[in-house]
Nanobody, 125 residues
Framework: VQLQASGGGSVQTGGSLRLSCAAS????????MGWFRQAPGKEREFVAA????????YNTDSVKGRFTVSRDNAKNTVYLQLHSLEPEDSAVYYC???????????????????WGQGTLVTVSS
């Protein structure tokens, strides 16, 4: 399974971006998909996840209702819509795929089996 993240860029505070992650080489509809981010000098942080049946989990402390995760199984793609961006959101954003588990949506990075290369989001004040 290969994951290709895209859509990152540089925006000002309050701006928006839509990240995409295209999957290939597996049965996308069977995966739960997660988004994580890592800022310089910080640990990787869970952002959001969407299960194969559409169940959604957010890191509410950091997302604060500003981000939306979605998926299009016909396009083998998962999205992360970012709104009201703040400088603290600056990070490399990674998408990840999780093979079916007993719990359909998880937030621990160790539970994910495949990772994309990341896309950089920079928010300036």
């Amino acid at each position: 399974v290969q994951l290709q993240a895209s859509g990152g860029g540089s925006v000002q505070t309050g701006g928006s971006l839509r990240l995409s992650c295209a999957a290939s080489g597996g049965t996308f509809s069977s995966f739960a998909m997660g988004w994580f981010r890592q800022a310089p000098g910080k640990e990787r942080e869970f952002v959001a996840a969407i299960g194969r049946s559409g169940g959604i989990l957010y890191n509410t402390d950091s997302v604060k209702g500003r981000f939306t995760v979605s998926r299009d199984n016909a396009k083998n793609t998962v999205y992360l819509q970012l709104h009201s961006l703040e400088p603290e959101d600056s990070a490399v954003y990674y998408c990840a795929a999780m093979l079916p588990r007993s719990t359909p949506v998880r937030l621990a990075s160790a539970d994910y089996d495949y990772w994309g290369q990341g896309t950089l989001v920079t928010v300036s004040s």
